[in-house]
């Protein structure tokens, strides 16, 4: 299997990234390090945008990555099964179990695979999720990160130590990281990369209405996707204020 | 696209496209008459008889078709409203009113006040090109007299064009003598009109002055930088209003502003601290766009002696300070003193920022001027405060970029996850006692088949099943199977663990094995399959069986079959010379009932796996290969007690620091920082197991309370007592009859959060 060491990952190309020295740090964590992670932070942060970059980055490395949304899985157990075991290109992709997967994975000692997994919390927040999501389920993810040949990343607006299930709560043992807080530089890229026409002045005004919001990435990603469409140099400030509205409204 | 073609709003034409232009800017502004005039270095005798020309080819048919279109109009007004009859009589004269009552249409009113009028309309009008010819010829084409002249045309052309003339008359003045004083100006002729000649006259004058001012207030409001009336009228000297719409467009767009102001300061002097007012708007501006990528070239003062505008003498030397610090900074490779030296930086920063805080002392000149009262510090400050918030989201990186490199020591700590051979062999403590007396029980005990390993949660009994192979050598094969989470049955169980042999010992099975139903069975196929193997290697396997307690939950599912399966269990592993047991958990047999496997492994050899001795506490601090201060590393132990997963917590937090602050040395404060950071909070993943998962029942909680508050423990809670003795949690002292918690930490954590 792959060796990483620091010097590698500080030389890999991170740019296009959203936040990209946090995702440096955060390969050292799983690839160096070998910790298995819970990406913590609150609700707009980025958290999901992170995985979709640590994604990237660990196809870059050659390994085989799996992301998925827990939230999109809640109701579907063995659905999740299925994309986990495509994504990370598996022989078999029908399981019943996630032990059945578990074993796959570990049948194919020779590759490395990473599985991020999204909205973790979700374990936690609804009582209508698929009873197969259990205490068993929760050991299987600890299982899991203790094999050599797998780097687990999940992420939840809070410390996912434990799960709390109807009658037993289960542990999971996951080095807490926090995704650091959305810096201007990275906010400027970001708008470059999606809306480079802003002027100079308008990118710093949205950079400054999204640095004071406590859900900054959302807040951005939906005012870089209106600014694609709507943006006009003359109208801007009116636009802005008209954006800021329709998110209140839709985030109401 | 960019309009390269675009016309400089700036331009400052000096030589005129036409005559008509010439006249404009006779009107709009003399400077550049004069300049135009001054270029051709013309005679008196020259700069008079161009005067004529164009007096007589430009400015007498325009005087003249304007002032009659205008006064025909006003005629015209007049009559269709039927004004004399709709207006007080006094205000009209009494002839006027007589004849204006035999008048029957409005076509008559017209012819009468036509030729009425039309007398005093151009003996006015030409009094007043007479006058314009005299002064004209007198002052020459400099702009004075001319536009002089022009004024006087209007406004001595007739008295009842009072309105209109009121238009002309106070952009006329405008361009004599600035804003403030034509609307004075206009506000006396006006008055001394209304009061000598006619209400009426007074009247339209001020109107029309009034009307004039209102406009130049409507254009200022939609003032831009580059069109404006700055650039069209020399001589406004009194505020439009416009500061703070210029004030938002400077800070929009820098640029502009620093080219409008380059325009004022050359060409419209009495605008020169609306100049440096919107120079240190643009100039603050361009230090906060600049503050992005910390550009510290960008950092530029424009320092000007103007009074309400001066900078403090102190700013440049402050300036050249943070651009220093900046560039040595930035110039320094090794991150640690990168970092420090970033930190000087903004310090730096910080202390202009608390400068610019003092307020300016403003005088009443000040307070009452529309430029002078406005806070300009206020932008520098801003922007200073903006280059604050980089600088501290740059630091945070640079201590990012510590904390991931490793410059001072590399972070071997794992926090969560259980030890991995070849990967964390570093941190992977080979426990001295431990080793030796699983070595020694192992190899001289030949009759010991099963093994119990047992030990609290986060102490290292999965690390310690993946080094077990590294621990005893060449002689012992370890197949070992983690259960938690990994079963679904007891058929699946021991499939699982048949796999693993194979794996072990790469054989492949020509087909897959067909587990019988009954578990005792297929546990004898399966010991029989693994023995065979051993035998014939001539070796001895220890099965490994991690989390075994998740067996339970399958074997509690028919209790006959798992009594027989366990005792199969029991019968196979003391007749199997190749094959030992080796169970592996926190709960003990006598916690496991339904079946109860305290009745099948009475025999089993138990062996503790505990916290860290001192000697082994310290060598896995040591790994940091960092300074410690004397005695800090006795503290830790002492804190801990060699638990493991806090070692292991606490140095990873302290490797981090010793990163970011760039130094090997270990001071207790920052064992307390790292203490802080992973121990004393809510979730640790350690004393927090301890108090929601051993201390499941609220007995347990209340004899830990009764042991932190030195209070007696129900004697109810007596088996709940030993249960937290034996796992290890809470230490007796038989003499005294006392007990205490193992570790300090946890005493800590539980007064805090428990």
């Known amino acids: ?252 | 696209m960019t309009d390269t073609t675009a016309k400089n709003p700036f331009e400052y034409r000096t030589t005129p496209k036409n005559n008509w232009e010439l006249i404009w800017w006779a009107v709009t502004d003399r400077n550049k008459v004069r300049e135009y005039v001054a270029k051709f270095e013309l005679t008196k005798k020259e700069s008079r008889l161009h005067f004529l020309r164009i007096y007589f080819f430009y400015l007498v048919p325009l005087v003249c078709a304007s002032i009659f279109i205008l006064w025909f109009i006003y005629i015209s007004l007049i009559a269709i409203t039927d004004l004399p009859n709709i207006t007080p009589s006094e205000w009209w004269e009494k002839d006027i009113l007589a004849d204006w009552v035999e008048i029957p249409n409005f076509l008559s009113k017209l012819n009468y006040l036509f030729f009425k009028n039309i007398g005093i309309t151009f003996s006015n009008l030409f009094a007043g090109l007479a006058f314009v010819l005299i002064s004209g010829l007198f002052f020459g084409l400099e702009g004075l007299g001319l536009s002089l002249g022009l004024s006087l045309a209007f406004s001595l052309s007739s008295s009842i064009f009072s309105f209109f003339i009121g238009l002309f008359y106070t952009l006329a003045l405008i361009s004599l003598f600035g804003l403030l004083e034509s609307f004075i100006l206009a506000l006396c002729t006006s008055l001394i009109l209304a009061f000598s000649e006619s209400l009426f006259d007074g009247l339209g004058i001020f109107l029309g002055s009034f009307t004039t001012l209102i406009f130049f207030f409507t254009k200022s409001h939609f003032s831009r930088l580059d069109n404006n009336l700055y650039i069209l009228l020399e001589g406004i000297n009194l505020s439009l209003f416009a500061e703070k719409r210029f004030i938002k467009q400077s800070q929009e767009n820098p640029e502009l502003a620093l080219d409008f102001v380059d325009f004022l300061l050359s060409y419209r002097r009495k605008n020169y601290n609306l100049a440096v007012l919107l120079t240190h708007t643009a100039t603050a501006t361009l230090w906060k766009e600049a503050a992005l990528n910390l550009d510290e070239k960008r950092l530029v003062l424009r320092n000007f002696k103007v009074r309400g505008f001066t900078l403090s003498e102190t700013w440049q030397p402050k300036l050249t300070e943070i651009k220093s610090k900046l560039l040595t900074a930035e110039q320094t490779t090794q991150i640690s003193i990168k970092k420090d030296l970033f930190i000087g930086f903004i310090k730096e920063l910080e202390d202009f920022r608390q400068s610019l805080l003092i307020p300016r002392q403003l005088t009443w000149r000040d307070k009452i001027s529309m430029t002078r009262r406005i806070d300009w510090q206020k932008y520098y400050r801003e922007a200073i405060e903006e280059w604050i918030k980089i600088a501290k989201q740059k630091l945070e990186e640079y201590e990012e970029i510590a904390k991931r490199t490793e410059p001072i020591s590399r972070n071997f700590y794992l926090t969560g996850d259980a030890l991995i051979p070849n990967r964390n062999d570093t941190v992977f403590m080979n426990r001295t006692d431990l080793h030796n007396e699983l070595t020694l029980k192992i190899h001289t005990t030949n009759s010991i088949a099963v093994l119990f390993l047992q030990g609290q949660r986060r102490v290292g009994k999965t690390s310690l099943v993946k080094f077990l192979p590294k621990i005893l050598g060449r002689r012992f094969e370890v197949v070992s199977l983690d259960l938690q989470g990994n079963i679904t049955s007891v058929e699946d169980f021991l499939f699982k663990l048949r796999r693993e042999f194979n794996t072990k010992f790469s054989l492949t099975e020509k087909t897959d094995w067909e587990i019988p139903q009954n578990w005792a069975t297929a546990l004898h196929e399966l010991y029989e399959y693994i023995g065979n193997h051993a035998k014939e290697k001539d070796i001895k396997i220890i099965l490994a069986i991690d989390e075994y307690e998740y067996l339970q939950q399958h074997l509690s599912k028919d209790l006959a079959q798992a009594q027989e399966f366990l005792g199969a269990l029991r019968h196979f592993s003391q007749h199997q010379d190749h094959i030992s047991l080796m169970f592996v958990g926190l709960k003990f047999f006598s916690e496991l009932q339904s079946p109860n496997w305290n009745e099948y492994f009475v025999n089993a050899v138990p062996i503790r796996v505990d916290y860290f001795n001192q000697e082994e506490s310290f060598k896995l601090i040591e790994v940091s290969n960092l300074d410690f201060e004397e005695g800090a590393k006795e503290k830790i132990f002492a804190l801990t007690q060699g638990h493991p997963a806090l070692i292991q917590k606490i140095c990873y937090e302290i490797v981090n620091i010793a990163n970011t602050k760039g130094s090997k040395n270990i001071v207790w404060s920052d064992v307390e920082k790292a203490l802080k950071v992973m121990v004393y909070v809510s979730v640790n993943g350690v004393t927090d197991i301890f108090w929601t998962q051993t201390c499941e029942l609220p007995e347990d909680k209340e004899v830990v309370w009764a042991i932190l508050e030195k209070r007696e423990i129900p004697k109810t809670h007596r088996l709940r007592l030993r249960r937290l003795i034996e796992y290890g949690f809470i230490l007796e002292n038989e003499e005294e009859n006392s007990y205490t918690l193992r570790v300090p930490i946890f005493e800590k954590w539980v007064k805090k959060f428990g």
Not at chain 1, 103 to 112: F, S, T
Not at chain 1, 148 to 174: D, G, I, P, Q
Not at chain 1, 239 to 252: E, V
């Open chain 1, 1 to 252: 299997m792959q060796k990483f060491e620091n010097e590698d990952i500080e030389n890999y190309d991170t740019t296009f990234c959203l936040r990209p020295s946090f995702s440096k740090t955060l390969l050292v964590e799983l690839l160096v390090r070998g910790q298995s992670i819970n990406l913590t932070g609150d609700t707009g942060q980025g958290k999901s945008r992170q995985l979709e970059d640590t994604k990237k980055l660990c196809k870059e490395l050659n390994l085989r990555v799996a992301l998925v949304d827990l939230k999109e899985y809640r109701l579907q157990y063995t659905f999740l099964l299925k994309t986990l075991s495509e994504q990370l290109f598996l022989p078999k992709t029908d399981f019943a179990h996630f032990t059945d997967l578990l074993d796959a994975i570990h049948l194919q000692k020779e590759n490395a695979f990473v599985i991020l997994i999204d909205n973790l919390e979700v374990l936690n927040d609804y009582q209508s999720n698929d009873k197969r999501y259990d205490a068993d389920f929760v050991s299987s993810l600890n299982l899991l990160k203790d094999k050599e040949n797998v780097y687990l990343m999940c992420a939840s607006r809070e410390w996912l130590k434990k799960v709390v299930f109807s009658n037993e709560t289960s542990l999971l043992n996951l080095h807490r990281l926090t995704i650091s807080m959305l810096r201007d530089t990275e906010v400027e890229n970001e708008i470059n990369r999606q809306c480079p026409q802003l002027t100079t002045t308008h990118r710093s005004k949205l950079r400054k209405t999204v640095s004071d919001h406590t859900q900054a990435y959302k807040l951005l990603n939906f005012l870089l996707t209106e600014a694609k469409v709507e943006y006009e140099e003359k109208k801007f400030d009116k636009l802005l204020t008209k954006w800021l509205k329709d998110y209140d409204r839709y985030n109401s």
